[in-house]
């Protein structure tokens, strides 16, 4: 798969009063965003996560290292590196006085001809760029929901229709590559799972890759496909949703076994197979990588009545808490 | 592409409200002063009337020279002999001869556009005629008492300079600001173009609206000038910088209160411009600019007056004599530092822009 975004050892210092070297906010990061992916961003606040999103979207310089869109430099080759970006950074911010529309009007007008389309196509040179501009408002309005409302102004807008906004105007491009900083903040259930699946489906439909730094845990892990842990300024964990979601974490599956007699069944465990189960009430859990017909027949031969093996589905929430030592 | 960004800067700015206020206080202002001087003309001639003869109290006659040949090379001499007494002076004080000066009365200067007026009378032997030397400081107040077309739309420009400025503060320290303040910015950032086509653009959608505001205004006032009065000669005679005399028709000041306008007014948009993107607030463009207009003052009285921004562009004051030009100064001191001043800001702005991360 193609990557649509390559971040190569980004690092950021900011000046600080007092201090020779400053404050380093991220620190030789690097990773990469393929084409139709969700890779989420995580880290507690003051990670470095919005920093390295504002490199990432040239709005800020970094200290060292580069940022490659599509193969272009966002440094070195701004112009053709936005081309095929749309982002909503921190806060879907539009002109308060002006309506959806006109918003949207004004911004797809910066974008050049052969974004809305291909110079091969043989409509090329009979369209005109308005129509096409026209057309683009439209579809991403539709898109996101908000064309029956396309004429109100945006200070009239709810928090879920400026944020569903803010994402139409970032596919306004026909983005390669999605930059999202809390899409779902401050929203209601309702809203938050529109948002998912409104992205879940532009991710799988245009194969867009997205970038998507939430604190929401359970909701990334319904929409990614990757996760990019980062605690103070370093990449400190990466891992892939579907090992979350079979259960498989550090090397093995969590495991609860219901049984009677626990503590005996804990002892056997450890003793016929070195599995480290802890007791819990009427349960034992454990994680192991030993398959679930070998525990059941061990116990079974011990004279255990097992009620039941359930593998458990690992919780993005575990997996960051654990990664970044924090709770403890 | 640039055409759409700069359309775009121009729609965002230019806000049909403000420009409405704006025309309201414009009009509301004109009328007002119109019916007071008018009102207040009336007023004052009854009141000499009563008291004695006529007095004459048109401008142009303050213009009026008409001298035989003794006269001129006699008034010359004195002037000669009063310029060398005033350099001696100036070289013995050095730096604090400036100081010994308020705002606007430039002995040194004003001795010499007189002995450029005599010379130009004796080179050209122009005795013993009626002889019209434009004096800017009379002309300044002359709209107040002289029923003339080019004193009177002179005057009213310089009375609407204020308004003008403030525009050029409301648009100008809000191309930036603004976008910072709502965080529209980072949307704009995140489109494929530099950050100094941006610049660009909304620099020069700023010059445009700013323009094309003190077009206006000064079409109006010219119109109804000119169609309410008329002006008693058809030529004057000019001092420029202190040196050369030269003659052009009497509508000649109205050129020079049309560029008045205009480069204050363009000042006062490209200081709010740059402070405004400089401190990341709205609020500094506004406050810095008058703040520098307002230390002209203490500028001019300390001696660096001719140095200080916001008189680098009273280009007019060159025109004439009296002029209200600050101590010391002389065009080719103003203009190139005026280029400088200016051009720097709009250069600082570009690269401050450039440089900045973006929250």
């Known amino acids: 798969m193609a990557a649509v975004l390559e971040v190569k050892n980004l ?148 928090l879920g229709m400026k944020q569903r906004l803010g994402i139409a105007q970032a596919l306004l491009s026909k983005p390669k590559l999605l930059i999202l900083d809390e899409p779902a903040n401050g929203l209601d259930p309702a809203g938050i799972k529109y948002i998912r699946e409104l992205l879940r489906r532009l991710a799988d439909t245009y194969k867009i ?50 049984v009677d007699r626990p503590a005996e069944a804990a002892a056997l465990l450890k003793e016929k197979l070195e599995i480290q189960a802890e007791v819990i009430g009427e349960e034992l859990r454990a994680t192991t990588s030993a398959e679930t017909a070998v525990i059941t027949k061990e116990l079974v031969l011990g004279g255990f009545n097992v009620y039941g093996i359930t593998r458990e589905e690992i919780r993005l929430e575990d997996v960051f808490i654990d990664a970044t030592g924090e709770g403890r | 592409m640039f055409g759409k960004l700069y359309a ?22 004109f009328a007002v002063i119109t019916i007071a001087l008018n009102s207040f003309k009336d007023l004052t001639v009854g009141a000499i009337e009563t008291d004695g003869p006529e ?33 001696k002076e100036k070289k013995d004080k050095g730096f604090t001869y400036y100081m010994g000066f308020l705002a606007g009365t430039d002995g040194i200067y004003n001795c010499k556009s007189q002995i450029a007026v005599y010379k ?50 409301i648009i100008g320290s809000g191309a930036y600001a603004n976008e910072m303040q709502n965080g529209t910015l980072k949307i704009l950032l995140l489109k494929p173009i530099t950050r100094n086509q941006l610049t660009l653009a909304k620099l ?51 050129f020079l209160a049309w560029l008045d306008l205009l480069l204050g007014s363009l000042a006062f948009g490209i200081m709010a411009f740059f402070f405004g993107t400089l401190m990341k607030k709205r609020v500094f463009g506004f406050v810095f600019p008058y703040a520098f207009n307002f230390a002209a003052t203490i500028a001019s009285l300390i001696g660096i007056g001719r140095f200080w921004i916001t008189n680098t562009v009273a280009w007019s004051g060159f025109f004439g004599m009296g002029s209200g030009i600050s101590t010391g100064s002389n065009f080719f001191i103003s203009m190139p530092l005026a280029i400088v001043y200016f051009g720097g800001m709009i250069a600082l702005s570009f690269v401050v822009f450039n440089r900045r991360d973006v929250a």
Not at chain 1, 44 to 64: C, D
Not at chain 2, 10 to 23: G, H, N, V
Request: proline fraction near 3%.
């Open chain 2, 120 to 169: 130009y009378i004796i080179d050209n032997g122009l005795y013993n005629q009626d002889l019209y030397f434009y004096d800017s400081a009379v002309f300044a107040i002359g709209g107040l008492i002289d029923e003339s077309a080019t004193s009177f739309a002179s005057m009213m420009l310089g009375v609407f300079a204020f308004l003008l400025s403030v525009y050029a503060l």
């Open chain 1, 209 to 258: 890759g997205m970038l998507v730094s939430s604190h929401q845990l359970s909701e990334l892990q319904l929409m990614c496909d990757r996760v990019i842990i980062i605690n103070n300024g370093k990449i400190i964990a990466e891992r892939r949703m579907d090992e979350l979601s079979a259960g498989e974490y550090k090397g093995g599956a969590r495991i609860i076994i219901r």
């Open chain 1, 11 to 158: 690092t950021k210092v900011y000046p600080r009063k007092g201090h020779k070297d400053g404050l380093t906010a991220v620190n030789d990061v690097s990773f990469r965003v393929n084409e139709g992916e969700i890779v989420g961003f995580i880290g507690p606040n003051g990670a470095g996560k919005t920093t390295t999103i504002k490199m990432i979207a040239g709005l800020a310089r970094p200290t060292a290292g580069e940022v490659f869109i599509c193969g272009h430099s966002v440094t070195r080759d701004r112009v053709n590196a936005m081309k095929h970006v749309g982002g909503v950074i921190e806060t879907p911010d539009m002109y308060p006085d002006m309506s959806g529309l006109k918003n949207l009007n004004y911004l797809v007008s910066l974008h050049p001809k052969e974004t809305m389309l291909d110079p091969s196509d043989e409509r090329f040179s009979t369209v005109s760029k308005k129509e096409l501009d026209a057309q683009r408002v439209e579809d991403v309005l539709k898109m996101v929901g908000l064309w029956d409302r396309r004429g109100d102004q945006v200070r009239k807008y709810s």
């Open chain 2, 8 to 29: 775009g800067e121009l729609k965002k700015m230019f806000s049909l409200k403000t420009a409405l206020i704006m025309i309201a206080i414009f009009i509301f202002g």
């Open chain 2, 55 to 87: 007095v004459d109290i048109s401008i142009w006659e303050t213009f009026k020279r008409n001298i035989s040949e003794e006269q001129a090379k006699a008034e010359l001499n004195v002037l000669k002999a009063q310029l060398k007494e005033l350099e």
């Open chain 2, 204 to 254: 020069l959608a700023m010059l445009t609206i700013v323009v094309a505001a003190v077009m206006a205004v000064f079409v109006f006032i010219t119109a109804f000038s000119y169609i309410a009065y008329d002006d008693p000669l058809d030529t004057m005679y000019y001092v420029f910088n202190a040196s050369s005399v030269f003659k052009a028709p009497v509508s000649f000041p109205l």
